[in-house]
Structure formats: C-alpha cells, structure tokens
C-alpha cells in the first residue's frame, strides 16, 4: 500500500500532510524541510472521534517541535472521513440504549472496541510501512499515543506490531483485554483518572495490572474521564525521548 499526499501545508516549523494508505484517510506531521530517519509516533484518538480531533494536533506540534519526532494520526474504521458501515451504526445505536438503561458503560463500549480491533490493526500496521518509506520519516522506533478508544485499539496493535517500542495509554477498563494486554511486553506510561466518570477506577487498575510490560507506570490524578492535565504531556515527551531517542 502506497502513501498518498493528499495535501501540505506548513506553520511554525511543523509540516501538515493530508494522506491516503489504500483507503485509510491519514495525517501526518514532520518537522519543516526534514531529511534523514526520526522516531515515529502513532496517535489513535478517542471514540467517535477522528484524526484531527480535540488537542492531536497540538499534541502532534510539541512531539515534532520539541523532539524532532514524526507524528501520524489516522481516522479509526468507521469514524472521521471513512464510510460508516450498517453493522457498525447499528451496533452503536443499540449500545447507547443499553447504556441509557443502566448497564456498564466501561462493558459496553469494550464490545464497541473489539469490533473495529482487528481492522484498526491492520490499518496501522499498513500506515507504519507506508509512512517509513518516506525519505524524512525512514525506519525509525516507532510509539504509540492512545487513551480512551485509542487504548482500547491500542493495546491489540502493542500486542501484534513489535515495532511499536513504547506507548502511552490511560482511561481504558480491563473490559476483554485481559488476555491481550498480557502480550504486551514494551514500556507503558498509563494515564488513570481517578474520579473517572466512564470507566470505573477498578477497572483501570486492573487493566494497568494486567499489562506484560516489564516497565510501566501508573499516572494518575484528580479528575473526570478526558480531564488529563497538562503536565502529563510534557511527561509523556521525555517519556517517548527517553525510549525512542530524539529526532533531529
């Protein structure tokens, strides 16, 4: 599958480009007049979302300005610009009744989850190999950035893709992961809040436990589902330098 530019455009030392690998709508950002190979880092955004949505970008403009990162975002199956199926809109309508009449909305959503999981997978693994053949990409390590949905297609690809060498995730329950999330064996800097309103407290907690990784750490901090402070993205830079190197 081959990297398709769609679009560029270019502010404050960060290149935008819109792309297509195959039919999976990207975005990727680099530092301006980059050359040579950089680490790269994967954003997976939360449900109902898309690959622009909410602080990716900002987020995407620090990793590259500050790290000299190459920063790729795609819309997960189903979401964004990509065509939503039958199957899919009336899965997530039944859902929202199910959790409008009371039911574990940290449950529920996991089913969400897997349907898309084997999908999302495949599209990131076909992203990364597309992304890295470009000349001011190149054959970097490689991270992941995904809390919320972006954990819950996040951990499968940890599991399956070993050229993912560090991740962050955080605001996920350990709703059918169990089993995947032990596969998981590179570093996690997992993000938990603590007055959670979607995914209870326990159910986070055991979804941190349940991770393989030799090296993990727990974050967490006052707050509602999608209130991370700030302070957790400078972190998670020197978390993803410490492991990937810098970018130059």
């Known amino acids: 599958m081959r990297f398709t530019p769609i679009s560029q455009t270019s ?18 950002w680099t530092p301006e007049h980059a050359t040579g190979p950089r680490p790269l880092i994967l ?11 909410l602080g ?3 987020r995407a403009g620090r990793l590259v300005g500050e790290c000299g990162f190459a920063v790729a975002a795609i819309d997960a199956p189903n ?4 065509p939503k199926d039958e199957e899919f809109v009336r899965f997530v309508t039944e859902n929202r009744g199910r ?7 940290a449950a529920v959503v996991a089913t969400l989850h897997e349907l898309i999981a084997g999908q999302a997978v495949a599209d990131w ?6 992304v890295q053949e470009l000349d001011h990409v ?13 954990s819950g297609l996040g951990v499968p690809l940890l599991a399956a893709e070993p050229r993912v060498r560090a991740a962050v995730l955080g605001l996920l329950g350990v709703d059918g992961l169990a089993e995947t999330a032990a596969r998981v064996t590179v570093p996690v800097r997992f993000l938990l809040q603590w007055d959670d309103d979607l995914v209870p407290r326990a159910k986070g907690l055991a979804l941190f436990d349940a991770l393989g990784s030799a090296e993990k750490t727990l974050h967490a901090n006052p707050g509602k ?24």
């Not at 690998?21 to 990727?28: A, K, N, Q, R, S």
């Not at 954003?43 to 949505?53: E, F, S, W």
């Not at 693994?125 to 597309?130: N, P």
């Open 79 to 82: 979401h964004g610009d990509r």
């Open 43 to 53: 954003v997976g955004h939360g449900g109902g979302q898309h690959k622009k949505a």
């Open 138 to 150: 190149g054959p970097g390590p490689v991270g992941y950035w995904g809390v919320s949905m972006g």
């Open 225 to 248: 589902h999608g209130e991370i402070p700030g302070f957790e993205i400078d972190s998670s830079l020197r978390f993803f330098t410490r492991h990937l190197g810098q970018g130059r």
């Open 99 to 105: 959790i409008g009449a009371g039911e574990d909305a």
């Open 56 to 58: 990716i970008p900002a």
């Open 125 to 130: 693994q076909a992203v990364i190999t597309a």
């Open 11 to 28: 502010s404050d030392g960060v290149t935008e480009e819109l792309f297509t690998v195959g039919e999976i709508p990207g975005v990727l």
